[in-house]
């Protein structure tokens, strides 16, 4: 089975553009989970979605916003970008949801390495 | 304000010998914790402890849990160079969004 996937895997914009991203979980996962890693930092969560639905946001601008569509893949959108928003963009995709009442793993995908200049 | 903290940050040591990698946490409604392993880019999972005191272990990695004194332990023995990597320790909170939150991980440098 094919693990998480994500594209593109670099990109380099320019301030004030806007940036797609995209995630495919694994299949038969209906979670998946967008991060943001800033060199020489641990990941930081930006949102979950879980059966097309927004489970959870960070402590992120309204500039960043994110989809799920019925295949469960996933769209992380960045408006007017920053220099601070360069960074990897990782996905993670899991199974279930925790508050259901199961403990599940989240597998994470190669990511998003993006450079705003 | 829910805090992992890794130590140490960076750690660098010959082939053959065995390292501990730390992670203390303050996270509400905690339900588990993880470690990844990340070379390039995607984090790679190790392990998920939900209980104290219970070690788990694959090949020469092996961690445990104490949830009384909020911290939990990486060991890697007869360590090789391809363990060279930064590994991450993560939290995952019981209520709300599946949200892990993580450490600043460690730089884990094995020489030949």
């Known amino acids: 089975d094919a693990g998480v996937t994500q594209s593109p895997t670099h990109l380099i914009k320019t301030r004030g553009q806007h940036v797609t991203l995209r995630c495919s979980p694994i299949s038969g996962h209906k979670s998946v989970s967008w991060y943001q890693q800033v060199l020489g930092q641990g990941p930081q969560f930006i949102f979950q979605y879980y059966e097309k639905e927004e489970r959870g946001r960070g402590n992120f601008p309204d500039r960043f916003s994110a989809r799920q569509f019925p295949n469960y893949s996933s769209e992380l959108n960045v408006n007017a970008l920053l220099l601070g928003d360069s960074a990897l963009y990782l996905c993670?995709?899991?199974?279930?949801?925790?508050?259901?009442?199961?403990?599940?793993?989240?597998?994470f995908g190669p990511g998003t390495r993006l450079t705003v200049l | 304000e829910d805090k992992v903290v890794q130590s140490p940050l960076s750690l660098v040591v010959h082939e053959g010998d065995t390292v501990t990698l730390n992670c203390s946490y303050e996270v509400t409604n905690f339900r588990s914790l993880l470690w990844y392993k990340q070379e390039k880019k995607a984090p790679t999972f190790l392990f998920m402890l939900?209980?104290?005191?219970i070690e788990k272990k694959s090949g020469r990695l092996s961690s445990i849990l104490d949830k009384k004194e909020l911290f939990s332990i990486l060991n890697i023995t007869a360590t090789q160079t391809g363990d060279s990597a930064i590994y991450l320790c993560a939290v995952g909170r019981i209520q709300g969004a599946q949200k892990l939150v993580f450490g600043q991980g460690t730089r884990l440098t094995i020489n030949p």
């Open positions: 939900t209980s104290s005191g």
């Open positions: 993670a995709s899991s199974f279930d949801f925790w508050s259901a009442g199961t403990t599940d793993t989240q597998y």
